[in-house]
């Protein structure tokens, strides 16, 4: 358990920022930010949303995760501010992108205010899937194309086993992966070794729902010659099925063609300089 100088307990808001266009934020998720002391924030929200609804009295302190590229913000740190500033009787609103609990870190979190018995309130969010799907005019689970969904994640090769991706391949559900654009590669050899069918088209839908968006599709036997030697900008989806090749009839937005990043990498000597102020700040008396 992590302790903290005082025992008046606060109040640790999870809450879904939505998938990059400030105006899918939630009513309720942008009322709790007006309200906040803190705002601990992932690096893929956008910053209109700050600017907009947090008060300018709040504290707010960038926690962004980065995978394998720049800087990540420990978990345990991200821990450890919650509860500090949740036992200074503050208001604290973990702000996530897309939904809160999708490929996200809740667990630990919840686990964290769980075990140090501080009050807190889970608030969803539109995921990424959601969002990437209808700004890219792809309905997930179109009448005679798909009757499911799946939200996967492929980052490693062991964690999705030959039988699953056998089944993958076979099933008519639409698949969505999250965070794979790096392997994506390997997830098009995969299905293409198990003999998915052709007419399952592949999608990458770019910063989804911003003003860089950029739409990628191909078949994905055809993905070597037109998509291979691609680099995907951060944070890109995946959605592989039947339903990707009605983008061309119900497309209602343009390629920005652009390569600017929507979302800001993080930088690691102001990560590092605003945890520090953070951490100072959370153990204050």
């Not at 640790?12 to 709790?32: E, F």
């Not at 099933?171 to 299905?191: G, I």
């Not at 993905?223 to 030697?229: G, I, P, R």
């Not at 990498?265 to 008396?285: D, F």
Request: aromatic share 8%; glycine share 6%; proline share 4%.
């Amino acid at each position: 358990m992590i302790t903290g100088r005082q025992q008046v307990r606060g109040k640790v808001i999870l809450a879904g920022a939505g998938p990059g266009d400030p105006g899918l934020i939630t009513v309720k998720t942008a009322r709790y930010l007006q309200q906040a002391d803190v705002v601990l924030t992932d690096r893929l929200v956008s910053e209109e949303i700050l600017n907009e609804y947090v008060k300018p009295d709040t504290e707010i302190v960038y926690v962004g995760k980065q995978c394998r590229r720049g800087v990540s913000t420990p978990q345990q740190t991200i821990n450890e501010l919650i509860v500090q500033f949740a036992l200074e009787g503050k208001l604290v609103v973990r702000l996530k992108g897309g939904d809160v609990s999708i490929f996200s870190n809740i667990m630990d979190e919840l686990e964290t205010v769980v075990s140090n018995n501080i009050p807190y309130e889970i608030v969803p969010g539109v995921t990424a899937a959601l969002g990437a799907a209808a700004s890219a005019g792809i309905p997930l689970t179109a009448r005679g194309y798909s009757t499911a969904v799946r939200l996967l994640t492929y980052y490693k090769s062991d964690i999705v086993s030959d039988e699953y991706w056998k089944e993958l391949a076979e099933t008519n559900d639409t698949l969505v992966f999250y965070m794979s654009s790096e392997t994506l590669q390997n997830v098009v050899e995969k299905l293409t070794e198990n003999n998915i069918a052709e007419d399952k088209l592949l999608a990458v839908v770019e910063q989804a729902t911003t003003p860089l968006q950029n739409l990628h599709i191909c078949s994905l036997y055809n993905y070597d010659e037109q998509l291979k030697l691609q680099s995907f900008i951060s944070p890109s989806l995946v959605i592989i099925g039947k339903v990707v090749a009605l983008h061309e009839q119900f497309k209602w937005l343009e390629n920005s063609h652009s390569t600017e990043y929507y979302f800001k990498p993080v930088n690691q000597l102001t990560a590092i300089e605003n945890l520090n102020k953070a951490t100072l700040n959370a153990t204050r008396v």
